[in-house]
């Protein structure tokens, strides 16, 4: 079965801290991994997208890191601001279905003064 | 293009309503999506659709959930004789998409359904 497992499932930081969200997923076979972000009540907004071939790709403060043969990926985030505060959805793609996501079941962040 | 809408925004119905969500792509996108999302979970897949094709329907919920895209462009999403486990948000995404590329799914804000 296709899963997408995200750890931690919550995390208080303090702005300006730096942050790791960690991504482990068996989907087979594998076409490409996201990473979104999701405010309370609105749909996700993508800000990596990531192909076997890449190891880490980078959006500001967003930079994200794949193994694809362990099968993890890691979203980092750097100086972390208050609007960091949402939930960090890993996503991956299984290659000829359509397209069709899998989605992890996130990890909320929050970021406090 | 402001992006993907979604209508209503916010849905209240009875157990045993029936209905109808709408989704407005970003134009010229040919890919539209519909998932479901309860709280504290990540979306969920629940049909695909290329221009008016829909191309995969076998992750619907049950058989009271269909989908339309009639004309390739703006979709509808149907929820017949509701139950409370049926209160969601419901999220639309469109692509574009040309041969095998990967394609970035941009979302719509959701309609969140409550079924009392």
């Known amino acids: 079965k296709n899963q997408v497992e995200q750890s931690p499932q919550s995390l208080i930081i303090l702005e300006g801290k730096n942050c790791t969200l960690q991504?482990?997923?068996?989907?087979?076979?594998?076409?490409?991994l996201r990473w979104y972000k999701q405010d309370t009540g609105r749909g996700p907004v993508s800000l990596t997208i990531m192909t076997f071939s890449e190891n880490t790709k980078s959006n500001g403060r967003y930079t994200a890191t794949l193994d694809a043969d362990t099968k993890q990926s890691s979203l980092h985030i750097t100086a972390s601001q208050l609007s960091d505060s949402a939930s960090y959805i890993c996503v991956v793609s299984v290659r000829g279905a359509g397209n069709m996501l899998t989605f992890g079941g996130g990890t909320r962040l929050m970021v406090k003064p | 293009d402001t992006g993907v809408s979604q209508d209503p925004r916010h849905k209240i119905t009875k157990r045993g309503q029936n209905v109808t969500f709408r989704c407005d792509p970003i134009?010229?996108?040919?890919?539209l999506y519909w998932y479901r999302q309860t709280l504290g979970q990540g979306p969920e897949f629940l049909t695909y659709f290329q221009n008016e094709a829909q191309l995969e329907k076998s992750r619907l919920l049950s058989d009271r959930f269909s989908a339309e895209r009639p004309k390739g462009s703006f979709s509808t999403l149907e929820i017949q004789r509701t139950e409370q486990g049926d209160s969601a948000m419901y999220l639309c995404?469109?692509?574009?998409?040309?041969?095998?590329?990967?394609?970035?799914?941009?979302f719509g804000p959701g309609t969140r359904l409550t079924v009392l």
């Open positions: 995404a469109s692509s574009f998409i040309a041969g095998v590329s990967a394609d970035t799914q941009y």
């Open positions: 134009s010229e996108h040919n890919r």
């Open positions: 991504c482990n997923y068996t989907v087979s076979p594998f076409s490409n």
